[in-house]
């Protein structure tokens, strides 16, 4: 039986062999959420970048730029990192394609490459990756983005409603980690927002960007897509 495993931080990655393994890279709040809605509203692609300079440079090649450092839009580029970027009108985003910087999410994509499979979770698409990475058959390491090295509440809660969603077809006990996502995913029932509430991210959110990015981040299964890194690049899984 295929086993998931759960990496609290991208710190502690090293501790973890990726290979023959999916890799499930979880930033609720808020990168791979805004990246699962950006592939829903119809953005082509999406790739990556650690340095805001070069993510700037892609606007040379047709793409939007979207860029935040501290949950603050950065300056000279198209978007943020709110999800309501790809929704309300205001870039028109089908058929274009992202080139993006985060705080946490990117890094977290490019230090998890080594697995057999990247692909981006959210709860907006918690449905779609338990159904794909049943259909791998594969040992799973959700890997949470954090906060800058730190453990976050709201990454580990995917980890156990994804742990909740793949029992009894995967091993969901053999890691403390596991076991100790989805004793908090329990805890954070019936009301993940309200839960959510003490977090760190959410204080922070709330200071910079509206409280309704939060609510839009902990709606389960709005989109039945999954982001999947192949040949460079973060597209729809066919
Ligand atoms: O934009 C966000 O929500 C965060 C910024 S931070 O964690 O508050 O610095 O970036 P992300 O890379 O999505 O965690």
């Given at each position: ?49 650690s340095e805001l300079?070069?993510c ?10 979207a860029a935040e450092r501290d949950g603050v839009q950065a300056a000279?580029v198209?978007?943020g990192n ?19 910087t985060t705080t946490n999410?990117t890094r ?40 800058k ?59 910079l ?30």
């Amino acid at each position: 039986m295929p086993t998931l495993d759960i990496c609290f931080s991208p710190e502690l990655l090293p501790l973890f062999d990726l290979r023959g393994r999916v890799a499930v890279v979880v930033d609720i709040l808020r990168a791979t959420s805004s990246m699962v809605t950006a592939l829903a509203a119809g953005v082509t692609h999406i790739v990556p970048f650690s340095e805001l300079a070069a993510c700037r440079l892609m606007a040379a090649q047709g793409y939007l730029t979207a860029a935040e450092r501290d949950g603050v839009q950065a300056a000279g580029v198209d978007l943020g990192n709110s999800p309501f970027g790809y929704l309300d009108g205001g870039v028109a985003v089908q058929g274009r394609a992202v080139a993006i910087t985060t705080t946490n999410g990117t890094r977290a994509i490019e230090l998890s490459l080594a697995a057999d499979a990247v692909i981006l979770g959210a709860f907006l698409n918690l449905g779609a990756v338990a159904d794909f990475v049943r259909r791998q058959n594969k040992d799973v390491v959700v890997v949470c983005a954090g906060w800058k090295g730190n453990f976050c509440l709201e990454d580990t809660l995917f980890g156990g409603a994804l742990a909740q969603r793949l029992q009894p077809d995967f091993d969901t006990t053999g890691s403390d980690a596991t076991l100790a996502a989805l004793d908090l995913w329990h805890a954070a029932q019936p009301d993940v927002a309200a839960y959510l509430l003490k977090s760190a991210h959410v204080r922070r959110l709330n200071n910079l960007e509206s409280h309704q990015d939060m609510a839009f981040c902990v709606k389960l299964d709005a989109y039945n897509l999954v982001p999947i890194w192949q040949q460079g690049r973060l597209v729809a899984a066919e």
